[in-house]
Every structure is written in C-alpha cells, then in structure tokens.
C-alpha cells in the first residue's frame, strides 16, 4: 500500500501549523511506504496556454519550449504520483480563505476527464479513482466551522469536493485546526489537540494498512 502525502506550505512548522501537522503524521506513520510530493519544491509552472499549446505541438510533432516541455513533464509527474497511491493525505492551510497556489495547480494537472473522472451516457460526472482513499490535514487561524463563516470557506471544502466529489476517493479523515489566531490565550491547548487527532489520523491509518 502506498501512501502519498501532499505538502503544501512552505513555512517552517515552528510558525505555521499545517506544517507542524504535515511533521507530526510523518513521524507517525513511519513503516508505511510514504513519499512527499511537496509542491512548492516541485518545478509547477502554472496551468493555462502554454500546456493547451504543448497538447497541440505533441499532436503534431512540433518542438517544444522549454517551458511547454516543464509544464507536460510536471503534469505528468503528478499524475504518476497519484496513480501509484492508495491513500492521498492532503496537508494545507487555509490562505485568504482558500488554499494555497501551488496546491490549485496540482489539482489543476491531475483533474482530468478520462484519468480522474468521467461522464456517463446521461452526461453525470463519475469519479474515476473510488479505491483510492483521501486524509485531509488542515490549519486556519479564525474559526470557519460556525453556520455563519462556513461558507466563507473553500480550502477543506474545496479539497474535500474534488477528492470525493469529483475523484470519486473515500475520505476516510479529516483533521482541521481552527482558532488558534483568534484566542491567542488558548493557542496552545488548540493546536495540542489538533496535534493529537493528527496521531490518531496516523495510526487508524497504520492499522488499516498493516
């Protein structure tokens, strides 16, 4: 069983939180088959035009740019790192109330009809990949669980739909730390708690898996 974990933040777990959740389900998951696709070292350029025209040069057999050649070599590499998985952890904060840039553009590369959904003869969407099972791991300094803020919030929502709504995966877990911005006084005891549903995301997993 192989398990790939998205990281997607950059800062240093001693100052953000989903980066200290990313740390945390690695050290205890370790003796599973785990690789990290980290997306802010991976070579990403931006989905648009210039993939179009690479489709375009590929069917024809004209030469590539350099950054044409970039964009399909780093699609594909995404799309071969989430073929090879069974179970997909996703580790992101919540940015200005969605996620972060280089995790819309993995998205943007593997969320393809024919490899990760399909239409049926009704012209519904189908989930192509419903072995697969998903973990979501997020972080986000105020408090968007309230009927108020909720909808506000399209980073685990967002995530959450296209893994399994439009993926067709099975979330098997979701761990979100809220509010630990918001009540400075309980920072602390906030992300501890978190800290530990992180542990136990990890070892339902483990036991699942071994």
């Known amino acids: 069983m192989n398990v790939l974990?998205?990281?997607?933040?950059?800062?240093p777990a001693t100052e953000a939180v989903s980066s200290k959740m990313y740390e945390t389900f690695m050290e205890e998951v370790k003796g599973l088959n785990v690789t990290t696709f980290d997306v802010y070292e991976e070579d990403m350029p931006y989905f648009g035009q210039d993939?179009?025209?690479?489709?375009?040069?590929?069917?024809?057999g004209a030469e590539l740019t350099d950054?044409?050649?970039?964009i399909l070599a780093a699609k594909q590499k995404a799309?071969?790192?989430?073929?090879?998985?069974?179970v997909v952890v996703f580790a992101f904060p919540l940015w200005n109330l969605t996620i972060p840039a280089p995790l819309q553009t993995f998205i943007?590369?593997?969320y393809q009809a024919g490899f990760?959904?399909?239409?049926?003869?009704?012209?519904?969407?189908?989930?192509?990949?419903?072995?697969k099972k998903a973990i979501i791991l997020s972080a986000r300094g105020g408090i968007y669980s309230t009927p108020e803020a909720?909808?506000?919030?399209?980073?685990?929502?967002?995530?959450?739909?296209?893994?399994?709504?439009?993926f067709g995966m099975e979330v098997i877990n979701e761990v979100v730390i809220e509010g630990h911005n918001a009540f400075p006084d309980r920072k602390d005891e906030i992300i501890n708690e978190g800290m530990e549903k992180v542990k136990e995301a990890a070892a339902q997993l483990a036991k699942q898996l071994v």
């Not at 003869?121 to 072995?131: A, D, S, Y």
């Open 5 to 11: 974990v998205i990281k997607a933040n950059n800062r």
């Open 51 to 60: 993939l179009f025209n690479a489709f375009g040069k590929v069917q024809s």
């Open 67 to 70: 950054l044409e050649a970039r």
């Open 79 to 86: 799309m071969d790192a989430l073929t090879a998985a069974d």
């Open 108 to 110: 943007d590369y593997v």
């Open 116 to 131: 990760t959904f399909r239409y049926n003869e009704q012209g519904q969407l189908v989930g192509m990949m419903p072995e």
């Open 150 to 166: 909720a909808p506000m919030e399209m980073a685990v929502n967002y995530i959450r739909n296209v893994v399994g709504g439009v």
